[in-house]
């Protein structure tokens, strides 16, 4: 199985800060990567697919990009409604696996 | 407009035999490239991916879970189901259902549904 390892597992932000959460798969995955928003009542948003790819209606002050087995979620400016988990996830080879999580909270 | 639901039992017994339902919508599982997936969450933990259907009744299964899966649909009444046998409290999670097409995988999650294993 492709191990998903995302760093860091919570990072205190500031409104109005870029972050960056990074997603290392443990082979290469062709980039085959999604990411997600988990809010606390359990809701899954897609953000972005095939690494770099906006979901539809999603702002544009998320962006993804990476290579090989190195990946990563950027967003420019934090927004309220931005803190919650985040998860990437690899479709290159079954089984589908995820990342382990990233909780992003309010500094 | 596509949306997903999932349905279950709510609780069961360790040994018996777990069925969900996923009810869809603005999609059809007959189209070329659609399918179906089922992904799950123990409380406080990160998602697990269990099982896919596709429009052409391909199946995969996680292997973690070994044989105890079993994924389904209904094409006519835009149904698709996973079966999972002799549950334990490992199986406790809240399972989501959500739509799986070629291009981008997982575009579109139902609410989840809670299951409870305990005795």
């Known amino acids: 199985d492709i191990q998903m390892t995302q760093t860091p597992s919570s990072m205190p932000a500031s409104l109005g800060e870029r972050v960056t959460i990074s997603c290392r798969a443990s082979?290469?995955?062709?980039?085959?990567l999604n990411w997600y928003q988990q809010k606390p009542d359990g809701t899954i948003k897609p953000l972005i697919y095939?690494?770099?790819n906006l979901q539809s209606g999603v702002p544009s002050r998320f962006s993804g990009s990476g290579s090989g087995t190195d990946y990563s979620l950027t967003i420019s400016s934090l927004e309220p409604e931005d803190f919650a988990m985040y998860y990437c996830?690899?479709?290159?080879?079954?089984?589908?696996?995820f990342g382990g999580g990233t909780k992003l909270e309010l500094k | 407009q596509v949306t997903l639901k999932e349905s279950g039992p709510g609780i069961l017994q360790p040994s018996q035999t777990l069925s969900l339902t996923c009810t869809f919508s603005?999609?059809?599982?007959?189209?070329?490239?659609?399918?179906v997936g089922w992904i799950r969450q123990p409380s406080g933990k990160g998602l697990e991916w269990l099982a896919n259907?596709?429009?052409?009744?391909?199946?995969y299964y996680n292997p973690s879970l070994k044989n105890r899966l079993t994924i389904s649909k209904d094409t006519s009444n835009n149904q698709a189901f996973l079966k999972i046998t002799n549950v334990d409290t490992a199986d406790t999670a809240t399972y989501y259902c959500?739509?799986?097409?070629?291009?981008?995988?997982?575009?579109?999650w139902g609410q989840g549904v809670m299951v409870t294993v305990s005795s």
């Open positions: 959500a739509r799986v097409e070629l291009a981008s995988p997982f575009d579109y």
């Open positions: 603005g999609f059809s599982l007959s189209t070329y490239g659609m399918g």
């Open positions: 259907i596709w429009w052409d009744d391909d199946k």
């Open positions: 082979q290469g995955i062709s980039n085959y």
């Open positions: 095939y690494t770099s």
């Open positions: 996830q690899q479709y290159d080879s079954s089984p589908w696996t």
